[in-house]
């Protein structure tokens, strides 16, 4: 999405009222995974790669977004740092989905150490 297209899906949010977003889902693009063998598999890209991009999405929500609602960020945590990462991008609340299944609950306590200290800032 350009950041016009962010803006405009901010806008809506807040004129229908929403409570909250979550950003994002999984991805059809396959940048960044041109080389895998399972590359041309159909359906949706979860997990590391969509990292970045969904990083970037909330970064974009919460421009146009200014705290309006809460942002629920998801996509490619698998470390405590990549669920941190989300908070400072604007995120109130992160969701882990393929991180939680190779990593299982210690993710979820490790990520929670790891935001902790960024909500009391
Ligand atoms: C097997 C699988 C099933 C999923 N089913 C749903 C679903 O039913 N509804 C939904 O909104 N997102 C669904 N997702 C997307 C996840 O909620 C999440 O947005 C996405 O996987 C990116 O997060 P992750 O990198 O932590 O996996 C699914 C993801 C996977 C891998």
Known sequence: ????????????????????????????????????????????????????RSTAAIAALHRHLKGALPIIGVGGITEPFDAAEKIEAGASLVQIYSGFIYRGPTLIHESVKAIEPLLKK
């Open 1 to 52: 999405m350009e950041e016009e297209e962010f803006e405009l899906v901010a806008n809506a949010l807040k004129s229908y009222e929403m409570d909250g977003v979550i950003a994002t889902n999984t991805t059809l693009s396959r940048e960044g995974v041109e080389d895998s063998v399972y590359a041309q598999e159909s359906g949706g890209l979860s997990g590391a790669p969509v990292r970045n």
